[in-house]
């Protein structure tokens, strides 16, 4: 498989077979990146997510 160039650091990376549009390589930082995109994909198309999220939030305010 080709190597793909990092979205986040531009770094070339090796994807790994299981997983043929990988767009982020293994760097910590990378993929903290790719995490905080998923989540803010999932609150804007997600209105259960978002009520999820929204009543975490709330509950963990109320403890602090």
Do not use: I
């Not at 070339?12 to 910590?28: I, L, N, T």
Request: with cysteine; glycine share 2%; net charge positive.
């Amino acid at each position: 498989m080709a190597n793909k160039v990092c979205v986040t650091c531009g770094a070339p990376f090796q994807p790994r077979p299981q997983v043929p549009h990988q767009s982020y390589c293994a760097a910590p930082d990378c993929q903290r990146e790719r995490r905080r995109q998923w989540q803010r994909s999932k609150l804007q198309s997600d209105p259960d997510y978002q009520d999820n999220q929204m009543r975490a939030q709330q509950a963990w305010t109320q403890l602090t």
